[in-house]
């Protein structure tokens, strides 16, 4: 007896010691649907911050010219020439001018420096970029310089004189944007493309439900589709269509 109940307390123990000796199971949850558009947004960051800091700053000086008429030029022409010499202030004539000053090749400085005008007013604005800023003011000066000088050659017969009325001078500040704007840029763009991955992806393929079962031919339907199967192919045709009624030549022939 004593025996017995020293096998039936034992019993209890190696159970609980069974039991804890199992690990639950982890279960993992699922990510939202929505999840691209923050790790997008968030990308779009990490990569415009990522280009605003290491790409070096870029400055931009810039200078205007004016034309100006003679005494028998009317302003209206002024303002004509303003517009013609301002798309031929990047021309390779007037670059191989600016050139020797500004310490570059044409071809750099086509890259280089940009000219704009105002359809209301005979000036031109010379604009001339650099990693650097006083080579950007010396680009800008050089260019202004060289379309003065060849435009005037031909003042007596324009009747249009193109004069400096600024130099540019070196900028302190930078042109390009800051490391933050560029990384607000980055994540506006990056959450535009999530958002626009949501509303174009595919949809989800739907799943039969659970416990559907196929119909399966009951009893009554068994014979009917056995008679079918072993009829031949002009006997199969004539049988009647479902929910039509029989005619009684067809039932005597059944029979």
């Known amino acids: 007896m004593a025996d017995s109940a020293e096998k039936k307390s034992e019993k209890p123990e190696k159970k609980a010691d069974h039991r804890s000796g199992k690990r639950p199971g982890r279960r993992f949850t699922r990510p ?13 960051l990490a990569a415009g911050g990522a280009y605003g800091v290491f790409k070096a700053p870029e400055y931009a000086a810039t200078s205007y010219v004016v034309a100006v008429p003679d005494d028998t030029t009317e302003p209206a022409t002024a303002l004509g020439f303003a517009q013609a ?15 020797p000053r500004a310490g570059l090749t044409a071809r750099q400085l086509r890259t280089q420096v940009r000219a704009e005008t105002s359809p209301e007013s005979p000036m031109i604005a010379i604009t001339g970029t650099s990693t650097s800023p006083s080579e950007a003011a010396d680009i800008a000066n050089a260019v202004a310089d ?28 930078p042109a ?21 991955w949501l509303l ?56």
């Open 32 to 44: 939202p649907v929505w999840w691209p558009l923050p790790a997008c947004a968030v990308l779009g």
């Open 85 to 99: 010499y301002a798309r031929i202030a990047t021309s390779s004539s007037t670059l191989a001018y600016a050139q």
């Open 146 to 173: 060289a379309l003065s000088l060849s435009s005037n050659q031909a003042a007596k017969n324009t009747g249009v004189q193109l004069l400096l009325f600024n130099q540019a001078v070196a900028p302190a500040d």
């Open 176 to 196: 390009s944007p800051s490391a933050a704007i560029s990384g607000a840029v980055g994540m506006c763009a990056g959450g535009l493309l999530g958002g626009l």
């Open 200 to 255: 174009a992806r595919p949809g989800r393929a739907r799943r039969p439900e659970e416990g559907a079962a196929a119909p399966v031919a009951g009893p009554v339907d068994r014979p009917v589709a056995e008679h079918v199967a072993g009829a031949p192919a002009g006997e199969y045709a004539t049988l009647p269509a479902q929910g039509e009624p029989a005619s009684a030549k067809e039932k005597e022939s059944v029979r």
